[in-house]
């Protein structure tokens, strides 16, 4: 499985971004995807998770309002909407996968990942 997350960028405060994360190979063993991030001196952070068969979403409390993810199966990609971003939502944003959607989701772990992308708010 390989998931390449795209959309990163440098926005100002109050702005918005969508990130992307393209699955290919051995899709059909993921049940969930999500999104997690870290920024410098910080642990990783699990942000928000999606099920690709139910659709059930989960937020973390620090984006929950501001972010929403989807999915297209079609295009075997979920996305993360970014909206009233801050300063403080700088970070590598990495998109995970998971045949356990109660591991990635409840537990914020995943055994794929792909490579990062940076989103930096700032003026």
């Known amino acids: 499985l390989q998931l390449v997350e795209s959309g990163g960028g440098l926005v100002q ?3 918005s971004l ?33 099920s690709t068969t139910s659709g059930h979403t989960n937020y973390a409390e620090s984006v929950k309002g501001r972010f929403t993810i989807s999915r297209d199966n079609a295009k075997n990609t979920v996305y993360l909407q ?9 970070a590598v944003y990495y998109c995970a996968a998971d045949p356990s959607p109660f591991r990635l989701c409840v537990n914020w772990n995943a055994n794929s990942w792909g490579q990062g992308t940076q989103v930096t708010v700032s003026s």
């Open 82 to 90: 970014m909206t009233s971003l801050k300063p403080e939502d700088t």
């Open 18 to 50: 969508r990130l992307s994360c393209a699955a290919s190979g051995s899709t059909q063993d993921i049940y969930a995807i999500g999104w997690f991030r870290q920024a410098p001196g910080k642990a990783r952070e699990g942000i928000s998770c999606i």
């Open 13 to 15: 405060p109050g702005g």
